[in-house]
C-alpha cells in the first residue's frame, strides 16, 4: 500500500523515474543498449502516455472556460472522466504488467525491447500518471463546485440528500418503496457477504453502519442500481426552478430504510470506483477460431484484476484500508482520493432542463447541392469525385450511396471495412439488403475494436446469416482503414476512401472526411488492400495509395526529405497536418530534422504528441491542438514540394503511431482532383489559424490558448458557415485565412 499512502498525502520520489524505477536502476543500472543518441532522443521527446494525460486536461480546461455554455462545460467534465477511465484500463494495465513482470521474475531490462515493454520506462509512467491524477483530480473537483454554483445561479440546483425539502423528501421514499427497494442489494461484508464479480463500470457505495448502544459497528457495500435508474434524479420543485439529484444521494437518504430491522442507527456513505485490466488474452487452442478466441476474451476482460481505487477522500482510513483488502489493490495500482461522486462520464447526459440558452446553438447539416440534385450519386461520382465533411455534412449521404448500389443493376459487387458500428447500424441493414438483392458483398470486420468487441462478433454472425462474405483479417494485425469499394459490371468502380469508420453516431460528433472518386488507378488500388486482408502474407504493389504495413512509412519519409531538399534549394518548403496522435519515434526524428532544415511545419495534433517544438529554436516547428464541440479526427497532410500547382495532399486513416505504421493495415490516398485539393487545405488551414478554440501544444500541461493577434477566429465555427454559403450560393473571402500564410513566404 506504499504508493497508495504516498498518493494520499502528496508524498513523491523525486527521481525522476519513480519508487519502483529507481529500485530497478540501483539493482541493474542503465542498460548498455541504451546508447548516447536513443538516450537524448528520449530526453527530446515527451512519453506519449504523459502527453495524452496534457491533452486530457486540455478538455478538463474547456470544462473552464466561461465562453463555454454552461450545460456544455458540464458535458467536458464527463469526456475527461470517460477517457481516463478507459486510460487506465488499457493503458496503465499494460505498464502495470510490464513492471510486475520484471519485478517478479527479476528480469533484467536490457534495453533491447520496445519502449512499451521496458520496465524502466512503464515505472517511470506510473509514477508520473499518478502525480498528474491526482493534481488533476483536485482541479476536476474544484471546476465541478464551481460549475454547481453557476448551476444555482440558473436555478438549476443540484443538491445532496442533506438538503432536501419534506415533499422532495417524501418523493425519494415513495420511490424507493415503488421501485428502488426491489433493485437494492446490500452486501455486509463484515458479516461474512461474498464480493463476487463486480463491474468496473458500475458505481458503489461503501457504507458504514453502527449502533451506538451496542457499539457495534458494520461495513457494507451496495451497487447503485444504474441500470435501472438514471443517474440524475430530477425532484419535484417550485415552478422556474430544477433541482437534481444524484442517484447516489437518493441511496443515501434510503439508508434507514435500506437496513430497517437490523438495529443500526447511524449510517455514513462514501462513493467508490474501481477500474480493471482491460487486456484480453486470446491464447487457445489451435483449432478454435478466431471470433470464439475474441468472444472468450471479452467475457474474461470483466473478470481483469482492479488496477484503479478512486473513493471519496473524507472516507476514513481504516474503512479505506478494509476496500483496499477487498478490491486487492497492491502497490502498483493508482489508489485517488477523490471528491463525493465518481463516475462523471454521467455527466455527459446531464438533463438538459429544457435551457437550450445553456447548450450551443443547433447546427444541423448542411446539403450538398450537387448531391441534392442529382438523382444518382453513382452517376454523379463518375462524373466528377466529391467529398463529404462530417458533421458539416451529414452522414445519410454516405447510407444513399450504399443504398442505391444494393438497388441498382449496374451493380455487381460491394466491398467494405468495419472497425466500429453504430448500436443500430444503417450501414449493416443496407450491406444485408445488397446481399439480398444477389450482389456479391464483402466486409472486412475488425473484431479487435477495443470495447467494441462483442458488437462486431454481433454484427458478423448477422451479416453471414445474410450471405455476406466476413473477412476477419490476420490476428495481431488490426484492420483499421476505412474503404467501400462498389464494382459495377461495366468494369468502372465507385471508391470511398475515409478518414474515420462508417458510423452514423461518430459522424456527428466526430470531423472525418470521405473522398468519393471514380479514378480508375485508386479502384485498382482499393481493391488490392481487399486482397491484402484476405491474404495479409501476400506480396501487393501499390503504386498511388500508401498502405501500412507495406508502404506508408516510407511514402510519408521520402516526402519529408523531398520538403528538405526544396528547404535547402531556397524553393517554399513547408508541411501542414492535421492528425490526431504523433508518438513514433523515427517520424520525430525526421520532423525535428526537416525543422531544423528550414521546412516549415505546422501540425494540428488533438491528442498524443511527443513533439516539444523548442528543440527547434528557429520557428519552424508549430503544434496545437482544438478542442471544441466536436472531436477533431480528420487526417489530413499537406506537403509543399515547392508550392503552387505542386502541393500534395493526403488523407487516410493513419496516425503517426509505431501501431499504424508498422502493425495495422491502413490507407492514405492521394487527392488528385484540384476543387477537393483546396477543400481540405481549408480544413486545415481554418484548423491554423484558430485563435478561440485551438492550445499551443508545446511539451507541457500548460495548453496556453493560442493567439495570432487577428480578429477572433473559431474553426468549426467558420467551416459551418462556409459550408452554409456554398449551399446558398454566396462567395467567401479567405484572404487572410488561405494566402498571407507564414509558412508560404
Not at 169 to 192: A, C, E, F, K
Not at 476 to 484: D, E, R, Y
Not at 496 to 504: A, D, I, K, L, M
Amino acid at each position: 500500500m506504499k504508493n497508495s499512502l504516498y498518493l494520499r498525502q502528496g508524498l513523491y520520489t523525486l527521481d525522476p523515474r519513480g519508487a519502483t524505477c529507481v529500485s530497478l536502476v540501483r539493482k541493474y543500472g542503465i542498460p548498455p543498449s541504451y546508447n548516447s543518441v536513443e538516450l537524448d532522443l528520449m530526453k527530446r521527446m515527451i512519453d506519449r502516455d504523459i502527453s495524452w494525460i496534457y491533452f486530457n486536461r486540455r478538455i478538463l480546461q474547456e470544462a473552464q472556460r466561461e465562453e463555454v455554455p454552461l450545460l456544455e462545460r458540464l458535458k467536458y467534465l464527463g469526456i475527461y472522466s470517460n477517457n481516463l477511465d478507459e486510460f487506465f484500463r488499457v493503458r496503465v494495465s499494460a505498464m502495470k504488467r510490464v513492471v510486475e513482470y520484471a519485478t517478479s521474475m527479476e528480469r533484467e531490462p536490457t534495453g533491447a525491447c520496445e519502449r512499451d515493454q521496458d520496465p524502466l520506462v512503464a515505472a517511470y509512467r506510473l509514477r508520473e500518471i499518478a502525480r498528474l491524477t491526482y493534481d488533476y483530480s483536485m482541479e476536476f473537483d474544484a471546476t465541478f463546485e464551481t460549475l454547481k454554483r453557476l448551476l444555482a445561479e440558473e436555478r438549476i440546483f443540484l443538491i445532496d440528500e442533506t438538503q432536501l425539502n419534506a415533499q422532495q423528501r417524501d418523493y425519494i421514499h415513495t420511490v424507493y418503496r415503488n421501485d428502488l427497494n426491489s433493485v437494492t442489494y446490500p452486501l455486509i461484508l463484515t458479516q461474512g457477504a461474498q464480493v463476487g464479480e463486480l463491474t468496473d463500470s458500475s458505481i458503489y457505495l461503501a457504507v458504514r453502519m453502527a449502533n451506538r448502544a451496542q457499539t457495534r459497528e458494520d461495513f457494507a457495500l451496495i451497487e447503485l442500481p444504474t441500470g435501472e435508474f438514471d443517474r440524475f434524479i430530477e425532484l419535484p420543485t417550485a415552478q422556474g426552478e430544477d433541482c437534481i439529484l444524484f442517484l447516489d444521494d437518493m441511496v443515501r437518504c434510503c439508508l434507514p430504510l435500506i437496513f430497517a430491522g437490523l438495529g443500526y442507527d447511524t449510517f455514513e456513505a462514501y462513493t467508490l470506483k474501481f477500474t480493471r485490466d482491460a487486456e484480453m488474452a486470446l491464447e487457445g487452442d489451435v483449432e478454435e477460431g478466431l471470433v470464439e478466441k475474441v468472444a472468450r476474451g471479452v467475457k474474461q476482460r470483466k473478470k481483469g484484476e482492479p488496477i484503479r481505487l478512486v473513493y471519496d477522500r473524507r472516507m476514513p482510513e481504516a474503512m479505506l484500508r478494509y476496500f483496499e483488502q477487498i478490491f486487492v489493490i497492491d502497490s502498483y495500482d493508482t489508489c485517488v482520493g477523490g471528491g463525493r461522486y465518481h463516475n462523471m462520464k454521467d455527466l455527459m447526459d446531464f438533463p438538459h432542463c429544457h435551457r437550450e440558452d445553456l447548450r450551443f446553438a443547433p447546427q444541423p447539416p448542411v446539403e450538398i447541392p450537387e448531391m441534392g440534385a442529382a438523382e444518382s450519386l453513382l452517376a454523379l461520382i463518375r462524373r466528377q469525385d466529391l467529398y463529404l465533411h462530417y458533421p458539416y455534412h451529414s452522414f445519410s449521404n454516405y447510407l444513399r450511396l450504399l443504398r442505391e448500389a444494393a438497388l441498382s443493376p449496374e451493380v455487381e459487387q460491394i466491398r467494405t471495412t468495419v472497425y466500429r458500428l453504430a448500436k443500430d447500424s444503417q450501414v449493416v441493414k443496407a450491406l444485408i439488403c445488397a446481399a439480398r438483392h444477389g450482389k456479391r458483398v464483402t466486409v472486412a470486420v475488425e473484431l479487435m475494436a477495443r470495447f467494441d468487441e462483442a458488437s462486431n462478433i454481433h454484427w458478423s454472425r448477422k451479416m453471414q446469416e445474410a450471405g455476406i462474405e466476413v473477412l476477419f483479417g490476420m490476428e495481431g494485425q488490426k484492420v483499421h482503414c476505412k474503404l467501400t469499394s462498389i464494382a459495377l459490371h461495366d468494369g468502372t468502380a465507385i471508391s470511398c476512401v475515409s478518414t474515420g469508420n462508417f458510423h452514423e453516431g461518430n459522424a456527428r460528433s466526430y470531423t472525418d472526411v470521405t473522398l468519393l472518386t471514380a479514378n480508375p488507378a485508386l479502384g485498382a488500388e482499393v481493391c488490392r488492400v481487399f486482397d491484402l486482408i484476405r491474404c495479409p502474407t501476400q506480396t501487393v504493389e501499390f503504386h498511388h495509395l500508401w498502405v501500412s504495413p507495406h508502404t506508408m512509412r516510407q511514402g510519408l519519409m521520402a516526402r519529408i526529405d523531398r520538403e528538405i531538399a526544396h528547404a535547402q534549394a531556397g524553393r517554399p518548403a513547408y508541411i501542414l497536418c492535421k492528425i490526431n496522435h504523433i508518438t513514433d519515434t523515427k517520424m520525430v526524428r525526421k520532423l525535428y530534422a526537416a525543422a531544423r532544415a528550414g521546412v516549415k511545419l505546422h501540425l494540428m495534433v488533438r491528442g498524443n504528441c511527443s513533439l516539444v517544438p523548442s528543440e527547434v529554436p528557429n520557428g519552424n516547428l508549430q503544434v496545437r491542438g482544438i478542442i471544441d464541440r466536436y472531436l477533431e479526427h480528420s487526417r489530413i497532410v499537406i506537403f509543399g514540394n515547392g508550392g503552387g500547382d505542386q502541393e500534395e495532399c493526403w488523407m487516410g486513416s493513419a496516425d503517426w503511431m509505431p501501431r499504424n505504421l508498422d502493425h495495422r493495415i491502413e490507407v492514405y490516398v492521394p487527392v488528385y482532383d484540384p476543387k477537393i485539393k483546396a477543400e481540405l487545405r481549408r480544413i486545415v488551414c481554418y484548423g491554423l489559424q484558430d485563435n478561440q478554440a485551438a492550445r499551443v501544444v508545446d511539451g507541457t500541461d500548460a495548453n496556453t490558448l493560442y493567439e495570432n493577434g487577428g480578429a477572433p477566429f473559431r474553426s468549426q465555427r467558420e467551416l459551418y458557415r462556409y459550408y452554409q454559403a456554398c449551399h446558398d450560393g454566396v462567395a467567401v473571402a479567405d484572404s487572410e485565412v488561405l494566402h498571407e500564410e507564414p509558412w508560404a513566404q
